[in-house]
């Protein structure tokens, strides 16, 4: 397993993705001190724990019509990230979990585009599209348990197909050498237009 990607983690608690955070979530410029509190007790945490891993899918060659190679993907902040949310809950520091709900969310956001980079930088191969179990025909949600083999206990999932650690991602990477394909963003085919963490095509790989 591969550590979360560093460059990620080395802009984490830096101005520019922290302003860009509280921008999008709606915090206060007071609340800037507050939101670099919370990233600073975070880093430690995922620079220990948070990876991500690819491995070579057992899906058909051709999924839904489609010809592609596919791969797995897992991602996670780890355990520490979860326990330091649970623990503002604890003390009632609602505000501080929300910050963290936004700063995990958003460098988990960024993992996907740091992903189509390292595909394009280090393979033959770029992302042509995302799918995700239980988001469309082909990829059921109970293909989740299989998608986490392997990982247990740095992740793994429940009865209810909730992954843990809460701050973790699982999907399969459709591959393509069609350049005429290329991935749009993993928001791509979503119809909620008005969601906080929508991507548009910013995951495209130039």
């Known amino acids: 397993m591969a550590a979360f990607f560093t460059d990620l983690l080395d802009s984490f ?19 800037t001190a507050d939101l670099r509190a919370v990233a600073d007790e975070m880093l430690p945490l995922m620079r220990q724990e948070a990876f991500w891993e690819r491995r070579e899918s057992c899906v058909p060659e051709r999924q839904g019509g489609k010809e592609g190679v596919y791969e797995e993907v ?20 609602l505000s501080e979990s929300y910050m963290l709900e936004s700063l995990a969310g958003e460098l ?9 980079r390292y595909i394009a930088e280090h393979a033959d191969w770029h992302v042509a599209g995302y799918h995700f179990p239980g988001g469309e025909e082909g990829f059921p949600l109970e293909m989740l348990p299989r998608l986490l083999e392997g990982y247990g206990p740095r992740v793994t999932c429940n009865e209810a197909f909730c992954i843990l650690p809460k701050k973790s991602v699982a999907f399969v990477a459709e591959l393509t050498q069609d350049e005429k394909v290329r991935c749009a963003g ?10 906080p963490n929508r991507m548009g095509g910013d995951l495209v790989v130039q």
């Open 108 to 116: 988990l956001m960024q993992g996907y585009a740091a992903y189509n």
């Open 74 to 93: 897992v991602m996670s902040l780890g355990s520490g990230v979860d326990a330091l949310q649970e623990s503002y809950g604890r003390r009632g520091m």
């Open 13 to 31: 608690a830096e101005p520019v993705f922290l302003e860009k955070v509280r921008i999008k979530f709606h915090f206060g410029e007071a609340q």
């Open 186 to 195: 993993i928001c791509a085919g979503c119809s909620q237009i008005r969601c």
